[in-house]
């Protein structure tokens, strides 16, 4: 099993859609969650940062963490073309101060 | 806001070529890394660095070196370039010691090897 499973896509949504992307872990030690949006031919830029369980909002963008369920979720309300990008979540934890990545979710944003 | 620089956007090389990617990042960061990113494959930790001078191997050294003269500065070797190296390239910096501070990524270098 993967330390870190992430659906890669591609997903394609309207204009205005609510996007929910998604990871699953397997590792318990992780605490420390990431989401990075990465533009073709440009570098991860950070998105989100958790700590632990629950929900952090910023704008448009919530993370949601259930360490119960190894489950982390990234929501984005009315999307717009210029959320087109990949997503990848990653991860961290325990004495391992190492990042574990998602292969990314690539999302499309149709106008 | 972190700047992380890569200093070649694009690069090309000829097999068994000696090559050197370089990075800097401007916000007094202890802790830098080497990725690279292949379709399929995601992002593979190459080497990190926890301090000027200090290195450590990640996922996949082989074929690889580093340097960390400067606190700001981490390059990256292919002591002989092979094909099998053509890739996308990224350095990310983060601060603190023994913590879980997130990444902050340069925007690559993509290089290809012929």
């Known amino acids: 099993q993967k330390e870190v499973e992430q659906d890669p896509g591609p997903l394609s949504v309207p204009e205005g859609a609510i996007v929910s992307l998604n990871c699953t872990y397997s590792?318990?030690?992780?605490?420390?969650f990431m989401w990075y949006r990465q533009y073709s031919r440009k570098g991860p830029e950070l998105l989100m940062y958790t700590y632990s369980s629950g929900n952090k909002e910023d704008g448009r963008f919530t993370a949601q963490v259930d360490k119960s369920s190894k489950y982390i979720s990234l929501f984005i309300r009315d999307s717009q073309p210029s959320d087109s990008a990949t997503y990848l979540c990653?991860?961290?934890?325990?004495?391992?101060?190492?990042?574990?990545f998602g292969k990314g979710t690539l999302l499309t944003v149709n106008p | 806001d972190v700047k992380v620089t890569q200093s070649s956007r694009y690069l090309v090389k000829r097999t068994g070529e000696k090559v050197f990617l370089e990075c800097v990042q401007d916000m007094d960061h202890e802790n830098m890394f080497w990725y690279r990113q292949d379709p399929g494959l995601g992002l593979r930790l190459i080497y990190f660095s926890y301090d000027v001078k200090m290195k450590e191997k990640g996922d996949i050294p082989e074929g690889y070196s580093v340097s960390r003269e400067k606190k700001e500065r981490f390059s990256l070797i292919l002591e002989s370039a092979s094909t099998n190296q053509t890739s996308m390239y990224l350095c990310a910096s983060s601060s603190g010691t023994g913590n879980h501070q997130p990444q902050h990524f340069g925007d690559g270098t993509r290089l290809s090897i012929l």
């Open positions: 590792n318990s030690a992780f605490q420390y």
């Open positions: 990653a991860m961290s934890g325990g004495s391992n101060y190492k990042l574990t």
